[in-house]
C-alpha cells in the first residue's frame, strides 16, 4: 500500500486471560507456513518484556509479499483506536462454550479482545494463504488480507477477525472493514443458519473509531466470524499453479483427516472421494441459496469453501420477488453471478477444484 511506512520492530497486543479458550491450532501445527518469519510472534517476546515489542520488522508482518511452499504466515492485528462492543450472537458464542453474558459483563475488555487489541491467553494469529479466480479469470495469490485467523477452539472451531489488519496477503488493500459491510456480514452469516442454509457463524461485531478510506470515508469495524475451516477451493489452486503438488498433497490429507474423516485412505482414491463430497455439499448449499432467495454476488474460487459453507458475505442481497436475471453485485455488469447462474458457476468452480485434486489420484505419495 503506497504511502506506508513500517518500523524495523513489531509491537505485540498484550495478553489477556478474560475469555477462558483453549486453542489448538492443527492447521499451523501439521501444515508448512512462511519461512520469513518461521516463530510465532509471541514465541519471540522475552518474558520480562515490557515494550511487547520483537526485533522483527513490520514489514514481515503487514507489507505484501509472494509466499511460497506454504499454506499460512504468522500475523499481528494492528490496533484499533477507541473499539466498542456493539453486538455478540448468543448461540456463536455457545459454539465456543461461552455466553453473550461473557461479552458484556466488561464490554471494554471484550471490545479490546474482539478487535484485535488485546490478545488471547494462547492465541498465535496466522493468515491463510491461497489464490482464486475472480471473474472467471486466475487472479494468483490472494490470501487473507484483512481477516486474521485467532486459533482453533478446542480443535473445532477456526475464529478469525475480518477487519483487523494488514497480513502479507493485502496487496493495494488496507487491511480494514467498514460498519456498513461488517454489519451486513454479521446479520447474513446468522440469518443464513435460522434458515437451515451451510454457512460460516458470526461471533460478535465491534465498532472502531478508525476513518477507512473508501469511495468515501467510512468508521471501521471489526467481525469475529466462526468456522470449523477457513480451507477454500483456492487454497488448492494456488500451490498447483505454482507445481507445487506435495504442498496439495498435504492440504488434502489435512482437509480429510480433520473435516472428512467418514473417507477412508484408501491410497490415491482418497481424492476422488474428497472431491465427490465436497460436490456434494457445495450442491446443498447452492440449492439451499436458491431455496432461500439468496444471491451471494462474488462466487469466486477464493469466496468457494471446502465444507460446503457459505462464506465472506460481501454484495449479497435475498430476492424481493423471483428475479432469475437478478445481479447484487455492482462489479458484475455481465451477470456472471446473477441468481440463476450460481448453480453453474458452481460446478465451473468445482471443475478448478477438480483439477489440483486430479493430480494426485495414482500418485505416489514419494513423486510428487
Known amino acids: 500500500m503506497s504511502g506506508t511506512s513500517f518500523s ?30 518461521p516463530t510465532a510472534p509471541y514465541d519471540l517476546l522475552p518474558a520480562d518484556s515490557e515494550s511487547g515489542e ?70 498465535h494469529p496466522w493468515a491463510h494463504c491461497y489464490g482464486g479466480h475472480q471473474f472467471g479469470v486466475w487472479a494468483d495469490q490472494l490470501g487473507d488480507g484483512r481477516a486474521i485467523s485467532l486459533g482453533q477452539v478446542n480443535g473445532s472451531w477456526e475464529v478469525q477477525l475480518k477487519g483487523a489488519g494488514r497480513t502479507p496477503y493485502s496487496r493495494f488493500a488496507d487491511g ?13 452469516a446468522e440469518h443464513m443458519c435460522a434458515l437451515g442454509v451451510p454457512t460460516s457463524r458470526s461471533l460478535s461485531l465491534v465498532f472502531t473509531d478508525r476513518v477507512v478510506e473508501r469511495e468515501e470515508p467510512e468508521l471501521g469495524a471489526v467481525v469475529a466470524r466462526l468456522a470449523p475451516s477457513w480451507v477454500r477451493f483456492g487454497s488448492f489452486e494456488l500451490p498447483a499453479s505454482r507445481g507445487d503438488f506435495s504442498l496439495v498433497r498435504k492440504l488434502a490429507d489435512y482437509v480429510i483427516r480433520h473435516h472428512f474423516a467418514e473417507l477412508a485412505f484408501d491410497g490415491s482414491g482418497v481424492y476422488i472421494h474428497l472431491l465427490q463430497a465436497v460436490v456434494e455439499r457445495t450442491a446443498a ?14 462466487m469466486n474460487t477464493d469466496n468457494m469453501s471446502v465444507l460446503g459453507l457459505t462464506i465472506d458475505y460481501g454484495p449479497y442481497a435475498f430476492l424481493d420477488a423471483y428475479d432469475p436475471d437478478f445481479i447484487c453485485n455492482h462489479s458484475d455488469p455481465a451477470g456472471r453471478y446473477a441468481f440463476s447462474e450460481q448453480p453453474r458457476v458452481a460446478l465451473w468452480n468445482l471443475v478448478k477444484l477438480a483439477g489440483p485434486l486430479s493430480r494426485l ?8
Open 8 to 37: 524495523q520492530t513489531t509491537k505485540l497486543p498484550p495478553t489477556t486471560a478474560s475469555f477462558p479458550l483453549h486453542f489448538d491450532d492443527s492447521f499451523t501445527r501439521d501444515l508448512p507456513g512462511d519461512l520469513v518469519v
Open 54 to 123: 520483537i526485533p522483527v520488522p513490520q514489514t514481515k508482518f503487514r507489507a505484501s509479499r509472494q509466499v511460497r511452499g506454504a499454506l499460512w504466515s504468522w500475523a499481528v492485528p494492528t490496533q484499533h483506536e477507541s473499539p466498542k462492543l456493539v453486538g455478540v450472537s448468543p448461540s456463536g458464542a455457545q459454539l465456543l462454550g461461552l455466553t453473550s453474558d461473557d461479552f458484556w459483563r466488561d464490554p471494554l475488555v471484550a471490545a479490546a479482545v474482539w478487535s484485535g487489541n488485546l490478545r488471547l491467553s494462547g492465541s
Open 176 to 188: 480494514y472493514a467498514v460498519r456498513r459491510s461488517s454489519v451486513r456480514e454479521y446479520l447474513a
Open 285 to 298: 448449499m447452492v440449492a439451499a441459496w436458491q431455496a432461500a432467495g439468496f444471491c451471494h454476488g462474488v
Open 361 to 368: 489420484v495414482g500418485q505416489n505419495p514419494d513423486e510428487d
